[in-house]
C-alpha cells in the first residue's frame, strides 16, 4: 500500500503563485506515475498534471490544457515526493487538490481518476 501526503494549500490572490507537495510512503516502488487533481465544490474531479516516477532518468510529463504554462510538476526521487508549482492562479483554480499515484505511466490517462489507485487526503487552495 502507498500512502499520501499533501501539504502547501492555502490562500492567495489573484495572479500569484503557491507550491503544493506530496509526499509518498509505504510501496512506493510499485508506483510509476504521481498525479495532480482538483475538484472545485459542485464539479467533477479534474486531473492537471502528471509525472512518471520510478523510471531513472526518463522524464514524462503531461497537463491538462487548462492549466499548460501555469503549472509545472516536478519529482525528487530522493525524497519520494512530487511538487506542483502554480502560478499566475485565477479564482477558477480553487478547489480542492488532491495527490493520486498509479501503478503504470499513461501519459493524458494519468489524469482519469481510474487510472489511479492512491489517494491523498487533499489540500485546499482559495484563490480570490
Known amino acids: 500500500h502507498v500512502q499520501l501526503v499533501e501539504s502547501g494549500g492555502g490562500t492567495v490572490q489573484t495572479g500569484e503563485s503557491l507550491r503544493l507537495s506530496c509526499a509518498a510512503s509505504g510501496a512506493t516502488g510499485s508506483t510509476y506515475s504521481m498525479s495532480w487533481f482538483r475538484q472545485a465544490p459542485g464539479k467533477e474531479r479534474e486531473g492537471v498534471a502528471a509525472?512518471?516516477?520510478?523510471?531513472?532518468?526518463?522524464?514524462?510529463?503531461y497537463y491538462a490544457d487548462s492549466v499548460k504554462g501555469r503549472f509545472t510538476i516536478s519529482r525528487d526521487n530522493a525524497r519520494k515526493s512530487v511538487s506542483l508549482q502554480m502560478s499566475s492562479l485565477q479564482p477558477d483554480d480553487t478547489a480542492m487538490y488532491y495527490c493520486?499515484?498509479?501503478?503504470?505511466?499513461?501519459?493524458?490517462?494519468?489524469?482519469?481518476?481510474?487510472?489511479?489507485?492512491?489517494w491523498g487526503q487533499g489540500t485546499q487552495v482559495t484563490v480570490s
Open positions: 509525472i512518471r516516477v520510478n523510471s531513472g532518468t526518463t522524464y514524462n510529463t
Open positions: 493520486a499515484a498509479a501503478s503504470g505511466w499513461g501519459g493524458s490517462r494519468c489524469l482519469r481518476s481510474g487510472f489511479n489507485n492512491y
